[in-house]
């Protein structure tokens, strides 16, 4: 029962932002959908495990949900208004409940030459990017609806009290309702496909290392973004940037397998068991690079994933072609001020200039953005003992373990730090 349970929790996960896609694609409100989405996904919960999963279940989730929708509007003191508001917005496209079994009208395979699933969770992954909410709302908003965190995650990932981050979502949501639910014309696509990728990059990037809690890797969130990232890429095939992301993506969660001990303790690159990297995946994430760089010219995520391919390429850590890595981050700083490409670099110097190079790229960074980041102190202190500095270097690994919210990653800077203290080092 328990792995049935983990099953349908996993199907209800996926099928989340696409049936608040749909919904809100048809109805243009997006609280009220979803709540409704909320509700449905509970009843879906409690009735399937007994009654077994529908043949069509994202049909079901839909028939659902739009029913709660639908009597949510109709209580609504501004009944009329509202009714007419979503008979206009689906006049093109009516929704008819189905038969049992089936999904709504234009839903099941028989339906209009689209793959609804697929553009319902894209059109709302382009909505959440809309122009006119500001980059942290559109990534607040698109985490909360496509993502699929809660609040409080999201809260914890941009480093704000959750209070404020519900004001946040709420406020995107005001500045997005009534929107028609469509994909962007050709003349705000750029700019729109902008935000989208920088948002699955988060979402990919928080699942990979997860700012908070106790696991390294949060496999939901990760395999999302590269489904998502994988839609887009069927909707716009020949864009380099999306084709880039993708590579940059599947890269690196090949190394996922070897990046925790049994005790769940991180392991970083140098010291991982390559054997253990999926090298399925790190074949068709360097076919991807090259498609992407063929494609030309080079973009953020073009060149991250042409670093990415260097680094799985290399069978063995000293294999690593680290001058050819430093060139493309220089390409990279130069197109992007990133502080995470500046710190990548200040790796990438000292591999081959030596770590006291390295540590006056660390300290140059340190000095440019003005503040503290776990991940530059932890940087330093690697860089320190390579240096020969231990007592310098365990003062680095400890305030990086004290300013980061991940588990695991403060339990390994405090392992290197006691290292340091021993005679043996």
Known sequence: M???????????????????GALVRRYGHFDPAEDSVQEALIAAAEQWPGAGIPDNPRGWLIRVASRRLTDRLRSDEARRRRE????????????????????????????????????????????????????????ALTLRAVGGLT?????????????????????????????????????????????????????????YTATAGPDLHRTDLAREAIRLTRAVRRLLPHEGRVTGLLALMVLTEARTPARTGPDGGLIPLDEQDRALWDRTAIAEGIALAEEALARGPAGDYQLQAAIAALHDEAERAEDTDWPQILALYDLLVRRSPDPAAA????????????????????????????????????????????????????TAYRAAADATLSEPEARYLRRRADRLDRPDG
Do not use: W
């Open 343 to 394: 710190l990548g670099r200040a790796v990438a110097v000292a591999m081959v200039r030596g770590p006291r190079a390295g540590l006056a790229e660390v300290g140059a960074l340190a000095e440019a953005t003005g503040r503290r980041n776990h991940r530059v102190d932890a940087v330093r202190g690697h860089l320190l003992e390579r240096a020969g500095e231990p007592d310098a270097a365990r």
């Open 2 to 20: 328990g792995r049935a349970t983990d099953d349908i929790e996993d199907l209800l996960r996926r099928h989340a932002p696409q049936v608040l």
């Open 151 to 207: 609040t409080a995650e999201i809260a914890r990932a941009h480093l704000v009290p959750e209070a404020t981050m519900a004001q946040r979502i709420s406020r995107a949501k005001r500045a997005v309702r009534g929107t028609r639910f469509r994909q962007p014309d050709a003349r705000d696509r750029d700019q729109r496909l902008a935000a989208v990728l920088q948002v699955l990059y988060l979402i990919f990037n928080e699942g």
């Open 84 to 139: 007419e508001t979503a008979a206009a917005l689906t006049s093109a496209d009516a929704f008819v409940t189905p038969p049992p079994g089936e999904g709504p009208a234009g839903t099941g395979p028989s339906g209009p030459g689209r793959a609804p699933s697929e553009d319902d969770t894209l059109t709302l992954l382009f909505l959440c990017c809309h122009p006119a909410l500001s980059p942290a709302a559109q990534i």
